[in-house]
């Protein structure tokens, strides 16, 4: 049956599952070799080539919960970044890059981009004009993340979709904090979708992994030089992955639910100053979010007080665990300037917003009441600056 008339726990569920024809087990078989045979074969098989049996399959799962044609499953996020980007960019080119993104993706940019004689150019800010204020004659690409990574801030998908299209331009986006439950930006008019699937797709904070998805003819060039940078997974973590993506639509909504309930108990805290989530209304991008999610996600942040100590309220967490990275089962928090933007300058984290009073909260499944608890004690616990 087509992935397109099936539910979305289904498309979770049994697309991309690989049929065990010998023993008829209700798993998908993992195919560890890495050598498979060249004669008489129409696909020539090798783990560098992303071709692999179970590196296929589960490329079919990602692409019927993204709604594209194809996909590529990668060791990380970053592999598969860069690899899109370095895809459609080349010496000359120019790109149009959200200004609030992932530290360690405008680290890339930053630091590399100059070395391949690419241009790039920051966003103001979010607005439309923003990003047609930066388009040039030699842009080939505009890049976005949303919710942006740590203060979930929006972009209107589809109006810089048409932007790009108008001008004849490649767009790509960072779906990592929405994951496909929530968003398809394919169906908003982007061009290439990626993600950490570390972060959702794993859900258990135990896999390492990236993906795009996109039409065939797009995925075909990426995977030109995907092969040859080596981004590949292994199948045994491929494998661990397509088990993980089976719950995903579960984990997602339940951890949505969560948020929503955390988000309004921080929004009336005396110790909060700020909570980011656009599941808030008073927060500036819930009208957005009701337009172009299937929800609100389930990461948000908030900032402290001035009289409290950000640093000291992590440590006295005794449920929800101080952690680098995000999304999965279990609650996570971290200070976005000690860690995920920790390699941005103090003036671009300024500038984006990024105090060392914010805390990003990744919510898990636990139940509601604990958490408030935790957050109660920690913030008790947490000394007055003095």
């Known amino acids: ?16 599952s690989i049929e065990d024809k010998t023993f008829q ?15 008489d074969v129409d696909t020539k ?5 992303f071709n692999t049996p179970n590196q296929e399959h589960l490329s079919k799962k990602i692409a019927a919960l993204e709604h594209a044609e194809a996909a590529l ?11 899109t980007l370095l895809t459609f960019l080349k010496s000359g080119d120019h790109a149009v890059i ?15 981009f100059a070395n391949y004689g690419i241009e790039y150019s920051f ?22 993340e949303t919710p942006s990574n740590p203060l979930m801030k929006l972009v209107d998908i589809f109006a810089i979709a048409k932007l790009a299209k108008n001008h004849k331009i490649i767009t790509a986006a960072d779906n990592t904090f929405a994951s496909p439950i929530i968003q398809n930006p394919i169906d908003l008019g982007i061009d290439i979708v990626m993600h950490s699937a570390t972060k959702y797709f794993g859900g258990h904070s135990d896999i390492s992994a990236g993906a795009v998805a996109s039409s065939q003819e797009i995925m075909d060039k990426i995977w030109s030089l995907a092969k ?6 292994s199948d045994y973590t491929v494998w661990l992955l397509e088990r993980s993506m089976k719950t995903l639509g579960i984990r997602v909504k339940a951890q949505q639910r969560n948020a929503k309930r955390l988000a309004k108990f921080l929004e009336k805290h005396s110790a909060v100053k700020t909570v980011y989530y656009p599941g808030l209304k008073s927060n500036e991008y819930h009208s957005l979010a ?33 952690s680098m990275s995000l999304a999965g089962v279990e609650s996570t928090m971290l200070l976005p300037s000690k860690t995920s933007h920790a390699l941005l300058s103090e003036f671009d984290r300024a500038t984006q917003g990024i105090t060392d009073q914010l805390i990003r909260f990744s919510v898990g499944i636990e139940t509601k009441k604990d958490l408030i608890e935790d957050i109660e004690q920690a913030i008790s616990a947490s000394n007055p600056k003095k």
């Open 1 to 16: 049956m087509s992935s397109k008339k099936l539910g979305l726990n289904t498309i979770c569920t049994h697309s991309g």
């Open 25 to 39: 087990g209700s798993v998908s078989p993992l195919y560890m070799s890495t050598s498979f045979n060249f004669m």
């Open 45 to 49: 098989r090798y783990p560098r080539y």
């Open 73 to 83: 499953i990668f060791g990380s996020g970053m592999a598969a970044i860069s690899a």
């Open 98 to 112: 959200q200004n609030d993104i992932y530290g360690g993706t405008r680290n890339f940019i930053e630091s590399h």
């Open 123 to 144: 966003t103001k800010d979010l607005s439309y004009k923003a990003f047609e204020d930066c388009i040039q004659s030699n842009t080939k690409l505009i890049y976005i």
């Open 228 to 233: 040859d940078f080596g981004g590949n997974l």
């Open 290 to 322: 009701k337009i172009q999610m299937k929800g609100y996600g389930a990461m948000l942040s908030f900032e402290l007080t001035d009289k409290y100590d950000a640093e000291k309220f992590l440590e006295a967490l005794t449920l929800i665990k101080p």
